[in-house]
């Protein structure tokens, strides 16, 4: 079946950088978007960042535009988000999620537009 797994979550000081995974299996990778979503504690789930697999073409949500890129391998199945700047509010468990899409993303991904979703890794920045 289609399964989502991050990793790469952990502990970072303000100003630092962390590099999240999402390794992908279960399907082909095609006509799709994978997106990254965090949520931290007492919030709702935010869409962050998603980037269509055939094309490349990405989105940003405001609060992370230009400190995080997402990227993707599609030899080895993976989407990346590479963090940079990060702040004491970036404090999360971080998801990615995966829909089957025929065009680019062209807003914030929205957590109902997502089909399959992995079970999260922690981000922690504290000083």
């Known amino acids: 079946q289609v399964q989502l797994v991050e990793s790469g979550g952990g502990l970072v000081q303000p100003g630092g950088s962390l590099r999240l995974s999402c390794a992908a299996s279960g399907f082909t990778f095609g006509w799709h978007q994978i997106a990254w979503f965090r949520q931290a504690p007492r919030k709702e789930r935010e869409g962050l960042s998603c980037?269509?697999?055939?094309?490349?073409?990405?989105y940003y949500a405001d609060s992370v535009k230009g400190r995080f890129t997402i990227s993707r391998d599609s030899a080895k199945n993976t989407v990346y988000l590479q963090m940079n700047s990060l702040k004491v509010e970036d404090t999360a468990v971080y998801y990615c999620?995966?829909?089957?899409?025929?065009?680019?993303?062209?807003?914030?991904?929205?957590?109902?537009?997502?089909?399959?979703w992995g079970q999260g890794t922690q981000v922690t920045v504290s000083s």
């Open positions: 980037i269509f697999n055939r094309d490349g073409s990405t």
């Open positions: 999620a995966m829909r089957f899409s025929t065009a680019p993303p062209l807003a914030v991904p929205r957590r109902n537009e997502y089909q399959v």
